[in-house]
């Protein structure tokens, strides 16, 4: 059976289930949640208040390296191929961890641990269904909370507000392959995230639409039409990935793909960022990219990158 006919068919005999889908959807999981394995543990809203101790050693990634990819993005711009693309890249850590144990101590919106394999610790949703209203969150530009007036800093921020519209533009185009009546229900608010021993600011805004009463027998067409989510592609989305694949030169996997419940009324599901892989030598590693636009510095954008790689 197919991803999309298999989604189907448990949305549609409203069973509850679990599922993860990775960026290029050629790798998922579906779980019935009665039948939910001890080696995948997932929490949604976690608010605990354990200590963070450990922090995170890592090598960072050569800025030469960044820079010669960051140019490409930034030529592809200038021809006119892409209008911002969310460049990532890995941070090897150089420290013995334990993915079980994060994933325990995690304080995020979403957390995931997935068969020892990797454990994400998501602020970001990725879309919500609940009585045929369709809702997506789609989260672009940080700065550093502790920062003097960090909130309007980061508002009025001329290429933050630019980056942040075209990817609601990109929402609400998404949105519309799938459901009626797309509104912008709150655009560009705050949030702030725990990010170990500091906390940042993020902004996020909400999109919505209306879907017909059976969406619950097409979840896997309403999914996969919306995949990968373009707040980490880009925009056009299909040029903006293919750029992506030539310029990142790894295979992201399950990285900046999804996972989510639905309980048989309801779905929530969250975007695979704040994102930590065991690789396959037994070393791992730490993934996290940001926005490119016309606009961009690339020192900035680095630096922003490094931000992204922490505990909560």
Partial sequence: ???????????????????IISYDLTSYEIISLDKMPNNILYNINNTNNISRKLKLS???????????????????I??????????TN??????????????IKSNSKYNLY??????????????????NIIS?????????AAINNASEILLNNKKEL?????????????????????????FRYCEKINAGNKQLLQTSSKVSATLKNNWHENIGNIITKLLPAGSITGTPKKSTINILNNIENYNRKFY???WGIYDGETLDSSVLIRFIQKNNNGSYSYKSGGGITIDSNCTDEYNEMIDKVYLP
């Fill in 1 to 19: 059976m197919s991803l999309i006919n298999e989604l189907n068919y448990y949305g549609k005999n409203k069973i509850p289930f679990f599922f």
């Fill in 58 to 76: 890592i090598v960072k990634p050569d800025f030469n390296i960044y820079k010669n990819k960051f140019d490409n993005i930034i030529s592809n």
């Fill in 78 to 87: 200038k021809k006119g191929n892409t209008y911002i693309a969310n460049l």
């Fill in 90 to 103: 890995e941070s090897i850590i150089n420290q013995k961890i334990n993915l079980k144990d994060i994933y």
């Fill in 114 to 131: 997935y068969k020892n394999k990797f454990v994400s610790f998501s602020p970001e949703t990725f879309i919500k269904i609940s009585n």
């Fill in 136 to 144: 997506s969150y789609p989260m672009k530009g940080t700065i550093d």
């Fill in 162 to 186: 630019a980056e942040h519209t075209m990817i609601v533009d990109l929402i609400r185009n998404d949105l519309s392959l799938v459901a009626s009546n797309v509104t912008v229900d709150n």
């Fill in 256 to 258: 900046t793909g999804i």
